[in-house]
């Protein structure tokens, strides 16, 4: 059985399609199958990606489409030599992470890659690493003071606005939240238990089986965090489900307003070219500061790994075991 180009070009834009031996499979269960089963093909056609995170398959879908409409407006096979080509062309414009999640994505759709094929790609991702550490700029720190900035500003004013923002910080930097996911947040999602509170975050990196993650942070009763939530709660609550709006209230804030609302209000307290993920990594530093684990540590912040979370880390003494100043002299 073999596709027109047409539908095979339809499949490729909704990024569902399988290649090379997969594709060749999943024909042959279509033949066997026949119309009255058509349906289990297609979920079984779709099983690579519904195996992994929301947010992960997601981008993977993307990057297999960006990759597979290259390859059809070349003329090229939908094979590891195209794949080869493409990456080549795209390290000249993006960096490694971005190379590395586009030969993720391949594989899924893919039944595997040769030896030399892996071993070129690893070189690729390796030589553009190298690269990278010869023109990367500093990293921004965000810190606990910083928040504390951002929260007593808000606590000076009047101004539901600045609620809003310094909530954003004070969640995303102690819960290590993403963009997408402060998106997300909604306000049955956070549920006081004493001096704690959960964080219900529906789509996670780390959340293989889609049932959503929880993120326990410390919440003092009449702290500026408890009374910041409880006047944006009492100014918008009742009117959007999620907990970061717009002023209105008419609709929730998109991850790239959140993002840009955190670079905004980053800047006023002088951390110029600071971006929210800068809460994400500060949270995590100041955790490890606080001497806990770096399993501890992943599982609030939701990392699929350690190795994930390591690339996060400064080195400081307390993760080394030293809880006392070291004397510069010695």
């Known amino acids: 059985m073999t596709r027109k180009r047409?539908?095979?070009?339809?499949?490729?834009?909704?990024?569902?399609?399988?290649?090379?031996?997969?594709?060749?499979?999943?024909?042959?269960?279509?033949?066997?199958?026949?119309?009255?089963?058509?349906?289990?093909?297609?979920?079984?056609?779709?099983?690579?990606?519904?195996?992994?995170?929301?947010?992960?398959?997601?981008?993977?879908?993307?990057?297999?489409?960006?990759?597979?409409?290259?390859?059809?407006?070349?003329?090229?096979?939908?094979?590891?030599?195209?794949?080869?080509?493409?990456?080549?062309?795209?390290?000249?414009?993006?960096?490694?992470?971005?190379?590395?999640?586009?030969?993720?994505a391949y594989r899924v759709t893919n039944d595997g890659m040769s030896g030399i094929a892996s071993s070129l790609i690893s070189d690729l991702l390796k030589w553009t690493r190298r690269t990278e550490i010869d023109f990367r700029k500093p990293k921004v720190e965000v810190t606990i003071a910083d928040v504390k900035k951002i929260t007593d500003m808000a606590m000076s004013s009047n101004d539901p606005a600045a609620d809003r923002d310094a909530l954003l910080a004070i969640l995303s930097f102690h819960a290590m939240l993403r963009a997408s996911e402060a998106a997300d947040l909604r306000w049955d999602g956070i549920t006081r238990r004493g001096n704690t509170i959960e964080l219900k975050v529906d789509k996670a990196k780390n959340d293989q089986m889609a049932l959503g993650r929880s993120s326990f942070i410390e919440y003092t009763p009449g702290s500026d965090a408890d009374i910041l939530m409880c006047k944006w709660r009492l100014a918008n609550g009742e009117k959007c489900s999620y907990v970061f709006s717009n002023l209105a209230g008419t609709e929730k804030l998109s991850a790239p307003s959140i993002s840009a609302l955190a670079s905004r209000m980053l800047k006023k307290i002088g951390k110029e070219g600071a971006t929210h993920h800068c809460f994400r990594r500060g949270g995590a530093n100041h955790l490890r500061e606080l001497g806990l684990s770096l399993e501890q540590v992943a599982a609030r912040g939701r990392w699929r790994s350690i190795g994930g979370l390591q690339r996060y880390l400064k080195d400081v003494p307390t993760t080394q075991g030293v809880f006392q100043e070291v004397d510069d002299h010695n």
Do not use: M
């Open 6 to 104: 047409g539908v095979q070009e339809t499949h490729f834009q909704q990024n569902i399609f399988p290649e090379g031996k997969k594709q060749q499979f999943i024909e042959e269960l279509r033949t066997i199958a026949g119309t009255e089963l058509s349906h289990v093909v297609d979920f079984l056609e779709d099983a690579p990606y519904g195996s992994k995170a929301f947010s992960t398959a997601k981008a993977y879908k993307t990057e297999n489409s960006k990759r597979a409409q290259w390859t059809i407006k070349r003329n090229l096979p939908q094979n590891e030599s195209s794949l080869l080509l493409y990456l080549g062309e795209k390290a000249r414009t993006i960096g490694s992470s971005a190379l590395g999640k586009i030969a993720a």
